[in-house]
């Protein structure tokens, strides 16, 4: 098999890169979808984009809700000012996690949205303008957290500067 060269070195930059890939795919919403082919719901999208990079095996498949417990559990939520590209965002509702995405910046990410519950059909999906898409973070009124998946905590964002330090 030939191997390929890996654009970045940094983890955190692979995977926000790898999620980035699919930006204009035109992949749609499918609700519960895991499938690039057939479409993604945001944790089918984050799950795929986490697979690719090796963090995750292949096939597994979890809710927003339950990729966050994970994270959680080996305490891998990091302040928001210590974020940034390849860091996975997820946004609450009554104390659970309901949508998630992949930041590709500290202020934007990438994820599978515009859908609902209801986006269970292609049509559906393109109805709705439910793709994998880029959003600013704050789109969303929902409280929010930020898991780093590699538990580094490399990110210094100066919350005063909103730049990179």
């Known amino acids: 098999m030939e191997q390929y060269p890996i654009p970045y070195k940094d983890p955190h930059y692979f995977l926000a890169w790898i999620a980035s890939q699919y930006i204009g795919s035109k992949i749609p919403y499918i609700y519960g979808g895991d499938d690039p082919l057939e479409g993604w719901d945001c944790n089918g999208f984050a799950h795929e984009c986490?697979?690719?990079?090796?963090?995750?095996?292949?096939?597994?498949?979890?809710?927003?809700?339950g990729m966050y417990l994970g994270f959680a559990q080996n305490n891998h939520i990091i302040d928001k000012f210590h974020s940034g590209p390849g860091c996975i965002i997820f946004y609450f509702q009554n104390g659970r996690a309901i949508?998630?995405?992949?930041?590709?910046?500290?202020?934007?990410?990438?994820?599978?949205?515009?859908?609902?519950?209801?986006?269970?059909?292609?049509?559906?999906?393109?109805?709705?303008?439910?793709?994998?898409?880029?959003?600013?973070?704050?789109?969303?009124p929902e409280e929010y957290k930020i898991a780093d998946p590699y538990g580094t905590k490399v990110y210094h964002l100066s919350p005063e500067e909103e730049k990179w330090e």
């Not at 992949?102 to 949205?113: D, E, F, K």
């Not at 515009?114 to 973070?137: L, P, S």
């Open 99 to 140: 949508h998630v995405g992949v930041l590709i910046t500290p202020s934007h990410m990438v994820h599978a949205g515009g859908g609902g519950r209801d986006n269970i059909d292609f049509q559906t999906a393109v109805d709705d303008n439910a793709y994998v898409r880029v959003d600013q973070i704050d789109y969303r």
């Open 50 to 65: 986490l697979q690719a990079v090796g963090y995750e095996k292949r096939g597994f498949d979890d809710t927003a809700h």
